[in-house]
């Protein structure tokens, strides 16, 4: 909804706002307005509008806006359409119980209706702190022009409550107030909320206020097309993303597609700038989109691709101090070593927390390299000599450097020897790392040093 909201206000010259809708004090999470907001500008999602940055029609958290609400609810009532209901939850409970027993219209029966405190304390189920709901005409207008979809029509409504016990109003009626006085005029928000909006078209004719256009969004899919729950889906919580090292220019550009077909035909590499130019509502597919992290994944590489080596470097020591993947009492010259290693791995990197796994042997003390038992399978019966021959070109290679100390490798052991380089630099490769597959074994040596591929090798050649 963010992104979508931000490229149509970036389009139109409009303000993107951000509203924290806080009235439903039971399900409030403490936090979450700041993981929100670091979440947006994380993903270079800011809005112009919020309750950090302020503007024009704050305050911007519904909690610190009672005052806006109460005198339309008691104008609504004054007018006839709205009503008091002293039902206790549990008269509510039952109503509903028994009607969807003898499938029935679970709707509210209006038992209050029309009804004095006095009276209604008369009969069961009452409760001494009423709630304040909608009256719904026979004629509620149920149908719409929806940006997205077209005319849309919805089921008929309840009567919603608008104004809860604790003085608080429901969304209903929170955003119907605040879209007016803020000066809202495009909402975007998720298909759910379609069958809610003849209840808003309800309150904006009653207060005679003009419609703000409506473009309801498809709600996103599981792969195995069950819809995305919070709870159970760690994709559904936009940190997660930042935490599993995804980029933000690749996770704006996959949500991007995931509604909106490309500008330029199957092109899906689209910058968030070109998606802005090209934006129009009649494109959004209304089909809930597949969530498949593969194409995330896929473009992720991408975008890891493209960053200069200093970028990437910096990106990568952010993220491993920000995670944790340091542990406990890191050197601090080892935020250089991932500096200078971000160009090696760059081509097979696909996130940010694939890195550590791949360069942590770097920062082992070089008698303490743990040897993986497929790399030590890998040693074949000539390991020491090879290691022998290897270990003089190191000593003798001069400018240490990866160019430099793969010729001499090559020249000594694959011309000289006769060794197949697969097999030649095997046994220099588990003495540097430990592994089977590791980071291109040249420029290995240089980020470590002469000295400590040295003294790799002869921790190697002690084992052997």
Same mark, same amino acid.
């Given at each position: 909804m963010a992104l979508f909201d931000k490229a149509w206000a970036a389009k139109t010259g409009g303000s993107f706002v951000l509203r924290v809708e806080d009235t439903d004090r039971n399900r409030l999470v403490e936090g979450s307005e700041q993981q929100i907001s670091e979440t947006l500008e994380w993903l270079g999602l800011g809005p112009d509008e919020s309750p950090e940055l302020g503007g024009p029609y704050g305050p911007y958290r519904q909690s610190e806006r009672l005052d806006a609400y109460r005198p339309v609810v008691e104008q609504l009532i004054a007018d006839g359409h709205a009503y008091r209901c002293w039902c206790s939850p549990e008269r509510l409970a039952a109503m509903r119980a028994e009607k969807a027993e003898h499938k029935q219209d679970t709707r509210y029966d209006r038992l209050c209706l029309g009804m004095t405190e006095q009276?209604?304390?008369?009969?069961?189920?009452?409760?001494?702190?009423?709630?304040?709901?909608? #009256?719904?005409?026979?004629?509620?207008?149920?149908?719409?022009?929806?940006?997205?979809?077209?005319?849309?029509?919805?089921?008929?409504?309840?009567?919603?409550?608008? #104004?809860?016990?604790? &003085?608080?109003?429901?969304?209903?009626?929170?955003?119907?107030?605040?879209?007016?006085?803020?000066? /809202?005029?495009?909402?975007?928000?998720?298909?759910?909320?379609?069958?809610?909006?003849?209840?808003?078209?309800?309150?904006? %004719?009653? #207060?005679?206020?003009?419609?703000?256009?409506?473009?309801?969004?498809?709600?996103?899919?599981?792969?195995?097309?069950?819809?995305?729950?919070?709870?159970?889906?760690?994709?559904?919580?936009?940190?997660?993303?930042?935490?599993?090292?995804?980029?933000?220019?690749?996770?704006?550009?996959?949500?991007?597609?995931?509604?909106?077909?490309?500008?330029?035909?199957?092109?899906?590499?689209?910058?968030f700038q070109d998606f802005v130019d090209g934006f129009e509502w009649s494109r959004v597919n209304t089909v809930g989109p597949v969530f498949d992290t593969k194409k995330l994944d896929w473009l992720n590489g991408y975008y890891v691709r493209q960053l200069s080596d200093e970028q990437l470097g910096e990106r990568l020591v952010e993220f491993i101090t920000a995670s944790g993947q340091w542990g406990e009492n890191p050197s601090p010259s080892w935020a250089q070593l991932i500096r200078r290693s971000a160009a090696m791995i760059k081509p097979r990197l696909v996130k940010l927390s694939?890195?550590?796994?791949?360069?942590?042997?770097?920062?082992?003390?070089?008698?303490?390299?743990?040897?993986?038992?497929?790399?030590?399978?890998?040693?074949?019966?000539?390991?020491?000599?090879?290691?022998?021959?290897?270990?003089?070109?190191?000593?003798?290679?001069?400018?240490?450097?990866?160019?430099? /100390?793969?010729?001499?490798? %090559?020249?000594?052991?694959?011309?000289?020897?006769?060794?197949?380089?697969?097999?030649?630099?095997?046994?220099?490769?588990?003495?540097?790392? &430990?592994?089977?597959?590791?980071?291109?074994?040249?420029?290995?040596?240089?980020?470590? &040093?002469?000295?400590?591929?040295?003294?790799?090798?002869?921790?190697?050649?002690?084992? #052997?």
């Open positions: 009276e209604r304390a008369k009969l069961p189920g009452f409760s001494p702190t009423p709630v304040v709901r909608m #009256l719904i005409p026979d004629d509620a207008p149920l149908s719409f022009q929806d940006l997205v979809r077209g005319e849309v029509r919805a089921p008929f409504p309840d009567d919603q409550v608008i #104004l809860k016990a604790d &003085g608080f109003p429901t969304y209903h009626l929170a955003v119907v107030v605040d879209d007016h006085l803020m000066g /809202i005029n495009t909402v975007v928000r998720g298909e759910e909320w379609i069958s809610s909006t003849p209840k808003h078209l309800l309150l904006y %004719r009653w #207060l005679g206020w003009e419609l703000p256009a409506f473009a309801h969004m498809p709600l996103l899919r599981n792969t195995d097309h069950s819809k995305i729950s919070k709870r159970k889906n760690p994709a559904a919580r936009l940190m997660w993303f930042k935490e599993q090292g995804y980029l933000p220019e690749a996770l704006r550009n996959f949500l991007q597609l995931l509604a909106y077909p490309p500008v330029a035909g199957d092109q899906e590499v689209e910058s694939d890195a550590w796994a791949q360069l942590d042997f770097l920062t082992v003390p070089d008698d303490a390299v743990a040897l993986e038992d497929v790399a030590r399978a890998q040693l074949r019966d000539n390991a020491a000599e090879l290691l022998a021959a290897s270990r003089q070109v190191i000593a003798e290679t001069q400018p240490f450097d990866a160019r430099h /100390i793969e010729a001499g490798l %090559r020249t000594r052991l694959v011309d000289e020897m006769g060794i197949k380089p697969r097999v030649a630099f095997t046994p220099l490769r588990v003495a540097t790392s &430990g592994r089977k597959v590791s980071p291109p074994l040249f420029e290995t040596c240089e980020i470590l &040093g002469r000295a400590s591929v040295l003294a790799r090798i002869d921790a190697l050649a002690k084992q #052997l």
